[in-house]
Nanobody
Framework: EVQLVESGGGLVQPGGSLRLSCAAS????????MGWVRQAPGKGLEWVSAVNSNSATTSYADSVKGRFTISRDTAKNTLYLQMNNVKPEDTAVYYC??????????????WGQGTRVTVSS
């Protein structure tokens, strides 16, 4: 069974940092691009970032560029999102997603359950 399990969310103050993790299982993690997508309260899904299978290529939404860093550890089958200098508008449920293929295509066929991030003082 293909499974993605996010962790690391929580309450963080503006300007603070947080690292999200996504543990993958049930497929060959190193063969697929992966991404992060978020959903703010009362809003639709917003693509955040993606990385290709060998980490050579990363991509970011303009809203997080320069503040967030996506990475992956194939040996641990884990995807990460390092969030620095967070802002209240980063408050959302963050989902890890598996791309249909590689390189980055932005077409996701498997999603995790999400981890909630709240940015507030």
């Amino acid at each position: 069974e293909v499974q993605l399990v996010e962790s690391g969310g929580g309450l963080v103050q503006p300007g603070g940092s947080l690292r999200l993790s996504c543990a993958a299982s049930g497929f060959t993690f190193g063969d697929y691009a992966m991404g992060w997508v978020r959903q703010a309260p009362g809003k639709g899904l917003e693509w955040v970032s993606a990385v290709n299978s060998n980490s050579a290529t990363t991509s970011y939404a303009d809203s997080v560029k320069g503040r967030f860093t996506i990475s992956r550890d194939t040996a641990k089958n884990t995807l990460y999102l390092q969030m620095n200098n967070v802002k209240p508008e980063d408050t959302a449920v963050y989902y890890c997603a598996k791309d249909l293929t590689d390189p980055i295509g932005g077409r996701y066929d498997t999603w995790g359950q999400g981890t909630r991030v709240t940015v507030s003082s």
